[in-house]
């Protein structure tokens, strides 16, 4: 029985895959409407996204098919909408990343972090979560977490008490050495083994049976179950703190790209009302109150706010919390002085970011306008992006020799020039870059211009129009509450990419300016907490074996509250200041697509 019970549950997706198309099939051939062969395609492609019976990327391709063979867009209209500005800002910003990935800046970063805030449990998880958020900003959230894990575990093995004494802190255990990937900012449908993830060059602790075997001292049930406590709660600070920091940043997650995308493609005429700096002067804030609000909450439920176990006050386990620090400093000296390579890397970040902030400052004029012409529109982020992963193709990772950057090396008795490598090599990026969310970003743009081309999303501002007496807060909330509800069992992407247009529609039927739906909707996506099966870094803490489902749930849940308060509070003070979001803009009264 138990066996035909698991048959019949691997046969669902096939069920879902064949039968899906067919039970939705009387809505083009009964209405016979262009407006509802379009929303076939958008039914099929949001079914396909929440079960994941096909990749997401794949499911993404699929109005590359149907429009054309539904009469609603030819072929050629809908491939030209894969490959926007949007898809080369994230293309341009991901490669950064990778050579901030692949040359350990990120992880020298995170352990100089964690020397200067120190041991002490409060103190140690502020820094995590500081950290985690701060290089989510900009990386992968996967890679984020799959880098603080065995940081987190290794400082954990130390404060339980299981260190050995023969052993120099922070040498790894005996485990091959395998090289995280960098998985795309969004869930998909099958993560790699705890055990591929922790197994790095730089940290590896003993796993068996994907579980990582911490064994506690012998300790009394009380002192137990606080150690037990405190692995819970760093662990979660670390998956939940990846999460919150990429809101920051609009390459920080992929419904941030995503909204920026389809202002664009509903809203031509919106004049770039939201780029890299208006974005972080809005999301940053909101991500630094949240931020605070979890470490608040974590160290309640974990930790307990009693100053000598919290901040260290007359802690007597002097010799465990210098274990500890000793392990941190190890690992960070084990990455040596900064190379070359690294300090070319972090120079050209810093470069990129300076761009980004001083391109349209709004303000003042930014260079953009300076350097051609007043023709600021011609730039955009994703130039800025561009311009600097070439650089990296370009410059080599060794100090230059002689003027032709040619180094010397003994091969025999003869001196043989060769060229330094660059920073970042295709191959490493070929490896690491998550491709599949521009094909992702780019399905979502085809949909919305099916849905323009076939005048859906008129029809669906029409049926909106009763929500005019509503005040607009109150939709915000409960759009947010569902969204936050929907992205848990669904990816974040796909999740922004469904719901973006359609409330682009709705808040032009009621007239209310689209940026007060959009953005806070954008952010609800990106706050998954309460299921494993979220987020990538939250299937990553749990695959730890220290965790319940309950404990992700229960903890969540006042998560997913918390952030709905932050970002009602945040879209309803300085946000509404900064998108002036008390008027219906323009730009905003045109035909759109959903």
């Not at 041991?119 to 290089?135: N, Q």
């Not at 984020?144 to 790894?172: C, F, K, S, Y």
């Not at 662990?235 to 920080?252: F, K, M, N, P, Q």
Request: aromatic share 10%; hydrophobic share 50%; charged share 10%.
């Amino acid at each position: 029985m138990l066996s035909s019970l698991r048959a019949g549950w691997q046969m669902r997706s096939v069920v879902v895959l064949f039968c899906s198309p067919f039970l939705l099939l009387p809505l083009p051939l009964v209405i016979g409407t262009t407006e509802a062969a379009c929303a076939y395609v958008i039914i099929l492609m949001a079914v396909y996204w929440c079960t994941e019976v096909l990749p997401l990327s794949v499911t993404a391709l699929l109005p590359t098919l149907l429009f054309p063979m539904m009469g609603i867009m030819t072929s050629r209209d809908v491939c030209m909408q894969y490959l926007k500005d949007t898809n080369m800002l994230f293309v341009g910003g991901l490669m950064v990343a990778v050579a901030v990935e692949h040359w350990n800046l990120h992880k020298r970063i995170a352990l100089r972090v964690l020397l200067i805030v120190g041991v002490r449990p409060a103190l140690l998880m502020l820094g995590f979560m500081g950290v985690t958020a701060f290089l989510s900003m900009w990386i992968s959230n996967t890679a984020t977490t799959a880098m603080m894990v065995p940081i987190v575990l290794a400082v954990l093995e130390q404060l339980n008490g299981t260190h050995d004494p023969n052993r120099a802190p922070g040498i790894p255990a005996s485990a091959p050495a395998v090289e995280p990937p960098l998985h795309p900012q969004e869930k998909t449908g099958s993560m790699p083994s705890l055990s591929t993830l922790i197994s790095s060059d730089h940290v590896a602790l003993p796993v068996e049976n994907g579980r990582v075997q911490l064994e506690l001292e012998e300790l009394s049930g009380e002192e137990e179950e606080e150690k037990k406590m405190m692995c819970k709660g760093l662990l979660l600070c670390v998956c939940y703190s990846a999460s919150i920091g990429g809101i920051a940043t609009l390459t920080g997650t992929g419904p941030n790209l995503v909204l920026i995308g389809q202002l664009g493609q509903l809203f031509p005429q919106n004049g770039d009302v939201i780029n890299f700096a208006s974005w972080f002067v809005f999301a940053f804030p909101t991500m630094i109150l949240m931020l605070t609000l979890a470490w608040f909450w974590l160290q309640f439920v974990f930790i307990g706010f009693n100053l000598r176990r919290t901040w260290g006050c007359g802690v007597s386990d002097t010799e465990k919390n210098r274990a500890a620090y000793d392990t941190i400093r190890h690992e960070h000296g084990r990455l040596g002085p900064m190379r070359y390579g690294e300090l070319s890397v972090l120079a050209l970040f810093v470069l990129l970011v300076a761009l980004w902030f001083t391109r349209d400052p709004r303000f003042i004029d930014g260079w953009a306008t300076h350097a051609f012409n007043s023709k600021a529109e011609f730039v955009t982020d994703a130039t800025a992006a561009v311009f600097v992963a070439v650089l990296l193709f370009v410059l080599p990772s060794e100090p230059p020799h002689y003027l032709c950057f040619w180094r010397s090396s003994d091969a025999g008795s003869k001196a043989v020039h060769t060229l330094p490598p660059p920073l970042l090599t295709w191959e490493v990026t070929q490896k690491k870059m998550p491709w599949n969310i521009v094909l992702l970003l780019g399905g979502g743009f085809a949909l919305a211009k099916g849905s323009e081309e076939s005048g859906l999303s008129r029809w669906l501002g029409d049926q909106m129009t009763p929500l005019h007496s509503i005040p607009p807060w109150a939709i915000a909330i409960i759009l947010c509450l569902l969204i936050a509800t929907f992205t848990e069992c669904a990816s974040n992407v796909a999740t922004a990419t469904l719901f973006l247009p359609i409330l682009a529609s709705m808040s032009q039927s009621i007239r209310v300016n689209p940026l007060y739906i959009m953005v806070p909707c954008t952010l609800s996506a990106s706050f998954a907490f309460m299921l494993p099966v979220a987020t990538p870094p939250n299937a990553i803490v749990f695959s730890s074996g220290y965790l319940k489902v309950a404990d992700m749930a229960k903890t969540g849940i006042v998560m997913n509250i918390m952030g709905i308060i932050c970002i009602t509070l945040a879209i309803n003070s300085w946000g509404r200041l900064l998108f002036d979001l008390d008027t219906f803009p323009a730009w905003a009264n045109t035909t759109i697509a959903v």
